[in-house]
């Protein structure tokens, strides 16, 4: 079974200010770890995911995760926040490329002018 | 870019009302998903579906739920009969080649 856990249901940062959104996973195979935003009355859209190649993953709009295997963990980065980066943030497990997907709580990013 | 479409973008029914949400998946992807997100909860997987048949659903998925591809481009979730807690918003996914779920803008039911 796997599961996924996003510490922090709300995170605020200041434009320019780094950004870091916690994604915990448990699986018992090899996961396919995603992370998706939704903007509001918006669908899911794929930041990046990771499967099985490089552990530092670069997705869109410079955001980029890093698979740590030891920490169970895929926490999503991004060095500047700008305000059009409020949304909400979610992670994701698979047990393959065509699987199904578990999804974290969701995490609210909030950007401060 | 392909993408995934969905209609409609929102439905009001009445609580035991049948209710089918369409979607048109990307037209070269293979799997496709359905997935809901009662306001203010996570994401949740309802079903999946491959070579006209599910694969694999979730205990949602109850015999109120059924899924079917008519005609080889529509994806279509039906509940038969509609109760105040189906409200939520309904996404459908599809993947192929290897990029990963593409997902549409949602259908937000709305049971009353």
């Known amino acids: 079974a796997q599961s996924v856990t996003q510490l922090g249901s709300h995170v605020s940062v200041s434009e320019g200010a780094l950004v870091l959104l916690r994604c915990n996973y448990s699986?018992?195979?090899?996961?396919?770890l995603f992370w998706y935003v939704q903007y509001p009355n918006q669908g899911l859209q794929l930041l990046l995911k990771?499967?099985?190649?490089?552990?530092l993953v670069k997705g869109i709009n410079d955001f980029e995760a890093e698979f740590k295997k030891s920490e169970t963990s895929f926490h999503l980065t991004k060095p500047s926040a700008h305000m059009s980066d409020a949304a909400e943030y979610f992670c994701?497990?698979?047990?393959?490329?065509?699987?199904?997907?578990?999804f974290g709580q969701g995490t609210t990013l909030q950007v401060k002018p | 870019e392909p993408e995934v479409t969905q209609t409609p973008s929102h439905q009001v029914t009445q609580m035991g009302q049948e209710v089918i949400l369409r979607c048109v998946p990307i037209?070269?992807?293979?799997?496709f998903y359905w997935y809901r997100q009662i306001l203010g909860q996570k994401v949740e997987f309802l079903v999946s579906f491959y070579n006209n048949e599910i694969s694999e659903k979730s205990e949602i998925f109850d015999d109120q739920f059924s899924v079917e591809r008519p005609d080889g481009s529509n994806f279509t979730l039906k509940i038969r009969s509609t109760k105040l807690e189906d409200s939520a918003m309904y996404f459908c996914?599809?993947?192929?080649?290897?990029?990963?779920?593409?997902f549409g803008q949602g259908t937000r039911l709305t049971v009353v």
């Open positions: 990771y499967t099985s190649a490089a552990t």
């Open positions: 994701a497990c698979g047990s393959g490329n065509t699987g199904k997907l578990i």
């Open positions: 037209s070269n992807h293979l799997y």
């Open positions: 699986s018992s195979v090899p996961p396919y």
């Open positions: 996914a599809s993947i192929g080649g290897g990029a990963g779920a593409f």
